[in-house]
């Protein structure tokens, strides 16, 4: 992956758009918080293949970043990504790491439906 692009995320998230896609969204602060103290309490979210059309993609901030996704009942959004690629398959793929390079946020974009 590559520190993200804002021009080129963006240009991506514009190709995606009023077309059927499949999402990828998962955050964790997992074993990444709590390995070393066990009053933080472990948190994470986690969808897979959810079919979505939005009308707006929209990249803010200054790094890290943040993505909505805009579809015509409401949103999807994922904040603290700092990375990006577009894969063989034509799959956007985006990725917050922190300052350990550990992985804590990631939202994937895909025409067609990842494995599981």
């Not at 080129?8 to 964790?28: P, R, S």
């Not at 602060?29 to 929209?58: D, L």
């Not at 398959?89 to 390079?101: K, M, N």
């Amino acid at each position: 992956m590559e520190t993200l692009d804002t021009a080129k995320v963006q240009e991506a998230l514009n190709e995606y758009a009023n077309q059927d896609v499949y999402v990828h969204l998962e955050t964790t602060n997992g074993a990444y918080a709590a390995h070393n103290n066990e009053s933080k309490m472990n948190v994470g979210a986690y969808i897979r293949n959810a079919k979505i059309c939005y009308v707006r993609g929209v990249l803010a901030g200054t790094g890290p970043y943040r993505v909505g996704l805009k579809m015509e009942n409401g949103w999807v959004y994922a904040e603290g990504l700092t990375d990006w690629e577009i894969d063989n398959q034509h799959r956007l793929l985006l990725a917050g790491h922190d300052d350990l390079g550990r992985l804590a946020v990631t939202l994937e974009i895909s025409p067609t439906p990842f494995k599981m």
